[in-house]
């Protein structure tokens, strides 16, 4: 059974910073393209970061020089470094394992930033 466990949400004020992970049991990690996705209310799903299996990064405009993404293949876990947040910031966050035709979300992890 595929799980993605995401955590380390919360409220924080702006300018301030949190760590997401999302620890991934079930698959062969290391073998998986991760990504952070986030939607904010009446808002679409968009791409936050990507790490690949080989450990590229890419990130989306919005969050570059400001987040970064990480991956403990032993920990089987993916990080979502976020540095001086924003209030547009605020939205759930997912964790995503991609491979070809596998596809597999976690359950999302709510990030508020207002003073």
């Known amino acids: 059974q595929v799980q993605l466990v995401e955590s380390g949400g919360g409220l924080v004020q702006p300018g301030g910073s949190l760590r997401l992970s999302c620890a991934a049991s079930?698959?062969?990690?290391?073998?998986?393209?991760m990504y952070w996705y986030r939607q904010a209310p009446g808002k679409q799903r968009e791409l936050v970061a990507v790490?690949?299996?080989?450990?590229?990064?890419n990130y989306a405009d919005s969050v570059k020089g400001r987040f970064t993404i990480s991956r403990d293949n032993v920990k089987n876990t993916v990080y979502l470094q976020m540095n001086s947040l924003k209030p547009e910031d605020t939205a759930v966050y997912y964790c995503?394992?991609?491979?070809?035709?596998?596809?597999?979300w976690g359950q999302g992890t709510q990030v508020t930033v207002s003073s």
């Open positions: 079930g698959i062969s990690f290391s073998i998986y393209n």
């Open positions: 790490i690949t299996s080989g450990g590229s990064t």
């Open positions: 995503n394992a991609n491979r070809r035709l596998f596809d597999y």
